[in-house]
């Protein structure tokens, strides 16, 4: 970190900071403020005057969109000048008049693209022979523009990192501007690539609070829909995987939309009122596990749906909209008494509707002669789901909703069984395994 304030007009102060750091939390200075995403920039309207943006980087509008790269080379998240040329001129127009406390700009990139080197002018627009838009062959200060600050922030060595610049003036105000005005230069010539990566920049007036700009966060990709004639609302959010919105819209939706009220319906219970707002998340960091519920929310593993979305992608949904509509959190939240459902019924319920219900054409649950040695009723998942069905077949069509009701008011009891079927869950366990024994020995 070196910090040094330079003197260019008697009354200014300028506030440089350098962090020659990597990766990390960005534009986190001691004395620069911290970006901005609410300050008279943000509404501005920014144009270039002279010189080419680089398409390879982002729109001028990355200057006040109050968002920040996320790393020291993100060219999309900062805008830039194109190779070759000696920067250029951006005018920023804020509409009116502005009392004016501070500009504030951003630069972040590994190497010799991180300095800054520019002139600010100013200007009300109010003098004779103003000139709005003045080329680079027109000094500004011939035609209606104040000269507030030079900076060039180059070090000695070691360009690279994150650079904020602050200039205000040590008695009040910068003064009272509609216009400013950027003369941005390159910081070297010894390649075509010296043009600063610009990330930010902040116009502040007095007295008010900066809402903090945001760090590498991705435009929200999100649809909305409902199911059940508007009782039940969704949101697909597919921010961090947009290479699945489509796939997420066409596919997912419909089946989201036919099941989530099938589920309601299938699970009913005494008092009972499923949640009627889910979103539907993709997410890049899940690990290992492919998706998962909870809060409200239904999340999906991005890099693991990739690999299934013609397998089992839609299931593995089935399944967790699923455990949203079980809810068996909710009694033991209100009762620290409410006896805890057995994690294989927690399981089992998902993968019984989910295969038997919702995709049996494909079997995914079947008891094979690869899997009959670990065939036992609280194996959990599809094995467990297994077992559901054949109880669901051969004893109470209803077995699946009497136990999830009894789960959801934390009233679960071994005894359910009994009193249900007749046989307890040991005897119904044996019963399905011998079943599904003869069934494989069977010519
Ligand atoms: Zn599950």
Redesign the pocket.
């Known amino acids: 970190m070196l910090i040094w304030p330079l003197g260019v007009r008697a009354e200014s102060r300028l506030l440089i900071e350098h962090r020659a750091t990597g990766n990390g939390e960005a534009f986190r200075f001691k004395g620069v403020p911290p970006p901005s995403k609410n300050d008279a920039a943000t509404k501005a309207t920014f144009v270039i005057l002279d010189g080419e943006r680089d398409p390879n980087g982002g729109d001028l509008a990355k200057l006040n969109d109050g968002r920040l790269p996320s790393d020291e080379d993100q060219p999309t998240e900062n805008f830039f000048f194109r190779p070759g040329i000696d920067g250029g001129r951006v005018r920023i127009d804020l509409g009116s008049n502005t009392v004016i406390q501070q500009v504030n700009t951003y630069s972040w990139h590994a190497s010799r693209r991180g300095p800054q080197v520019y002139k600010l002018y100013a200007s009300d627009g109010e003098a004779p022979g103003f000139n709005g838009e003045p080329k680079r062959d027109i000094k500004p200060a011939t035609c209606g523009w104040e000269l507030l600050a030079t900076v060039d922030t180059r070090p000695k060595e070691g360009p690279g990192g994150q650079y904020g610049v602050s200039i205000s003036n040590s008695e009040g105000n910068l003064g009272t501007y509609r216009y400013l005005l950027f003369d941005i230069f390159r910081t070297e010539t010894e390649d075509a690539f010296g043009n600063t990566f610009f990330s930010e920049i902040d116009v502040l007036e007095p007295n008010t609070t900066a809402a903090a700009a945001t760090s590498g966060s991705p435009t929200p990709i999100t649809s909305a829909f409902t199911a059940d004639g508007g009782k039940y609302h969704f949101v697909l959010d597919t921010t961090s995987a947009p290479d699945l919105t489509d796939w997420a819209n066409q596919q997912l939706r419909p089946v989201v939309q036919e099941w989530y009220p099938k589920l309601v319906a299938l699970l009913p219970s005494e008092g009972f009122e499923a949640r009627t707002n889910v979103t539907i998340r993709f997410r890049d960091n899940m690990g290992g596990i492919p ?3 909870g809060g409200g929310f239904v999340n999906c593993n991005a890099g693991w749906f990739r690999k299934e979305l013609k397998r089992e992608a839609l299931g593995s949904v089935v ?2 909209m ?2 949203v509509v079980q809810s068996y959190g909710r009694a033991r939240r209100d009762d620290t008494n409410a006896m805890r459902m057995p994690g294989w019924l ?2 089992g319920i ?2 019984y509707i989910r295969w038997f219900l919702y995709e049996p054409q494909t079997k995914g649950a079947e008891i094979t002669s690869r899997n009959i040695g670990r065939a036992k009723y609280d194996a959990s ?1 599809r094995i467990t789901g297994n077992f559901l069905n054949w109880v669901t077949q051969n004893y109470d069509t209803n077995i699946v909703q009497k136990l999830n009701a009894a789960g959801r008011a934390g009233k679960y009891r071994e005894e359910l069984w009994k009193e249900h079927t007749g046989q307890t869950v040991q005897q119904l366990g044996d019963a399905w395994k011998t079943f599904h024994e003869k069934r494989l020995a069977a010519p």
Do not use: F, I, L, T
């Open positions: 998706a998962s519920a399944h967790e699923v455990h927690v399981e998902p993968d998942y």
